[in-house]
């Protein structure tokens, strides 16, 4: 068994979405060995690193991210590379693709962004006619190596046709050292109470 960490390390000089310094964690030290253990605080934004986006993150009445089953964030995982995109992953990349997606396939979505060293506003994503692809073939979630699944979408609407299907978000992976191919993946959130997301420590099994 081979296990693959999908998670970025977390700390204070870790890349955020649109390199908003005040998104960067906060990590403080509150007592030392010498008050008798080691303790510290974080401060995080849910939506920081590896993390998972609930429905509620876009949809007024959806689930929030305690009230989602935790099948859900684990299960047959398929990785799809798509490092030779450029701009959108459509509905034709991913129907065109040999490796075809199966029902409740947890799907994994790798681009050239992980070769990014700091935030790039260009980064690749996925578009309206690849999400209502991802949709149709009953899909159980969706992932990708950026922080964010969509750009420069007003109505945020590549979120909210997932979303609204009960299709949860997986942000900020580091695919880069996965092959395409099938695995299995567990991706467990904090038990928030009405969150709209939480973090995520990320891991594929081959």
Do not use: W
Request: proline share 4%; glycine share 6%; net charge positive.
């Amino acid at each position: 068994m081979k296990i693959y960490d999908l998670s970025p390390e977390i700390s204070e000089y870790m890349i955020v979405y649109k390199n908003k310094i005040e998104k960067r964690p906060k990590i403080k030290v509150t007592r030392t060995l010498k008050q008798g253990a080691n303790e510290s605080r974080l401060e995080i934004e849910v939506h920081t690193g590896s993390h998972a986006d609930a429905p509620y993150h876009f949809i007024k009445k959806g689930k929030t991210i305690e009230r989602i089953n935790l099948n859900k964030f684990m299960g047959k995982c398929i990785v799809l590379d798509f490092t030779n995109i450029k701009n959108t992953i459509t509905k034709n990349h991913l129907k065109n693709l040999k490796l075809k997606i199966q029902k409740n396939d947890i799907v994994l979505l790798k681009t050239k962004n992980k070769a990014d060293k700091k935030f790039n506003p260009d980064f690749i994503y996925l578009g309206e006619t690849g999400s209502e692809y991802l949709v149709s073939k009953k899909i159980k979630a969706v992932g990708i190596d950026n922080l964010g699944i969509e750009r420069n979408q007003p109505a945020h609407e590549t979120h909210k046709i997932l979303l609204k299907n009960n299709i949860p978000i997986f942000e900020g992976l580091d695919l880069s050292k996965v092959k395409q191919g099938r695995y299995f993946f567990h991706g467990l959130p904090l038990k928030i109470r009405k969150g709209d997301a939480s973090p995520i420590r990320a891991i594929l099994v081959k």
